[in-house]
C-alpha cells in the first residue's frame, strides 16, 4: 500500500490525478487456510495469519480454490472528477471485462476473434449508471482444473474429469487432481450460503442441471460475450 500511496502522491504534484484512471485489484485470492484443508499456511502468509490478518475474509478456500476465497477480489477505482468516492457497485464483474471494458473508454473496435468471454462494464461501474449489468454470469477455474459459473446468486461447481487415457508422462501430476478435495459436484446459494457451507444439489438438482447445460454451451460455443 505504501507503493500505491507514492503513486497517488506523485501523480497530485504533477496535477495528472485527474488524467489518471487507477484500478486497484487482484488476479486470485490470497494464500490462506480454506475449509477444505487442516494445513497452515506458512511464511509470510503464515505470520499475516498469526497478527489478526484474514487474507480471504472469513470466505471459504483461498489463491488455487475454486471456492469464494479463491476467486472473489476488491476492485478499486480511482479516478478524481469522474468516478464518485465512496461509489460501491454490485454488479458482477470479472477481471477479464478490463479487455472489453477499456476497448470501450478507449473507443477501440475489435472483431469476434478477440474478448470472446470480455463484458464491458463501462457504463455501470466506471460512470455509475443503473444499466442493467453487463454480464448475468460468470464462469471462474481454478488452477487444479475444477470449473464452476455463478448465475443469479447460485454457484455450481462441476468437478474435473479424468482424460482417457492418462499419458504416461501426465500420471503423477494427473493423481493429485484425483485427489484434489475440491473435485466433486457441488451447489451453492451464495445469498443465503454465503460461506458455501451446504452444497444444495440434492435439493435443487433441476438448478443444478441447467447450471451445468449452461457451462456445457459456453465451452461449445467458444465464446460468452454478445
Known amino acids: 500500500f505504501e507503493d500505491l500511496k507514492e503513486t497517488i502522491s506523485n501523480l497530485k504534484e504533477e496535477n495528472l490525478s485527474e488524467n489518471t484512471l487507477i484500478i486497484f485489484t487482484s488476479d486470485n485470492g ?55 468516492a465512496g461509489q460501491v457497485s454490485d454488479k458482477l464483474i470479472s477481471l477479464q471485462d478490463l479487455f472489453a471494458t477499456m476497448a470501450d473508454f478507449l473507443n477501440v473496435e475489435y472483431g469476434r476473434d478477440s474478448g470472446e468471454d470480455s463484458f464491458s462494464f463501462w457504463p455501470q461501474v466506471i460512470e455509475g449508471t443503473q444499466a442493467p449489468a453487463a454480464r448475468d454470469h460468470v464462469i471462474v477455474q481454478s488452477p487444479l482444473g475444477v470449473r464452476a459459473i455463478l448465475r443469479d446468486g447460485w454457484k455450481y461447481i462441476r468437478p474435473w474429469q479424468v482424460p482417457n487415457p492418462i499419458l504416461e508422462s501426465k500420471k503423477a501430476f494427473l493423481s493429485r487432481e484425483v485427489a484434489n478435495p475440491q473435485n466433486y459436484e457441488q451447489l451453492y446459494h451464495l445469498g443465503s450460503d454465503f460461506d458455501e457451507s451446504s452444497s444444495r444439489l440434492a435439493a435443487f438438482p433441476v438448478i443444478a442441471a441447467q447450471l451445468k447445460d449452461d457451462l456445457k454451451l459456453a465451452e461449445e460455443s467458444g465464446r460468452t460475450a454478445r
Not at 35 to 49: C, I, L, Y
Open 30 to 84: 490470497g494464500v490462506a487456510v480454506g475449509a477444505e484443508s487442516d494445513d497452515q499456511p506458512s511464511g509470510t502468509a503464515g505470520v499475516a495469519r498469526e497478527m489478526g490478518h484474514l487474507q480471504c475474509g472469513h470466505m471459504r478456500g483461498g489463491k488455487w480454490s475454486i471456492y469464494e476465497g479463491g476467486i472473489r477480489v476488491p476492485f478499486i477505482v480511482n479516478w478524481p472528477g469522474h468516478v464518485e
